[in-house]
Nanobody
Framework: QVQLVESGGGLVQAGGSLRLSCVAS????????MGWFRQAPGKEREFAAA???????TYADSVKGRFTISRDIAKNTLYLQMNSLKPEDTAVYYC???????????????????WGQGTQVTVSS
């Protein structure tokens, strides 16, 4: 079982930036598909961004142009750079992983096997 630990959340003013990190217990980023999801109170978990084992990226329309997903293989770490933050970005953010050669639906949470505990992001207006 791969362990994932998120960090980097916090309180930020609208228009500001945060960078979230997700550290894995093993070297997985060269072969695993990775994603970021978020969940606001009273809402279902929704897709934010993903990077596949082949390094293709996918973003939700709500974050395109503002968020960037990336990885550092040497540090076993996944990142989510969040710029131009809006109050509607407020949520608990989770990283997720799946060991697979193919990932036809990276935006679906049911495709992922491993999840972190989440980190809170709060954007004030």
């Amino acid at each position: 079982q791969v362990q994932l630990v998120e960090s980097g959340g916090g309180l930020v003013q609208a228009g500001g930036s945060l960078r979230l990190s997700c550290v894995a217990s093993a070297r997985i980023f060269s072969s695993y598909n990775m994603g970021w999801f978020r969940q606001a109170p009273g809402k279902e978990r929704e897709f934010a961004a993903a990077i596949t084992a082949s390094d293709t990226t996918t973003y939700a329309d709500s974050v395109k142009g503002r968020f960037t997903i990336s990885r550092d293989i040497a540090k076993n770490t996944l990142y989510l750079q969040m710029n131009s933050l809006k109050p509607e970005d407020t949520a608990v953010y989770y990283c997720a992983a799946r060991a697979s050669l193919i990932m036809p639906r990276p935006m679906s949470p049911t495709e992922y096997n491993f999840w972190g505990q989440g980190t809170q992001v709060t954007v004030s207006s």
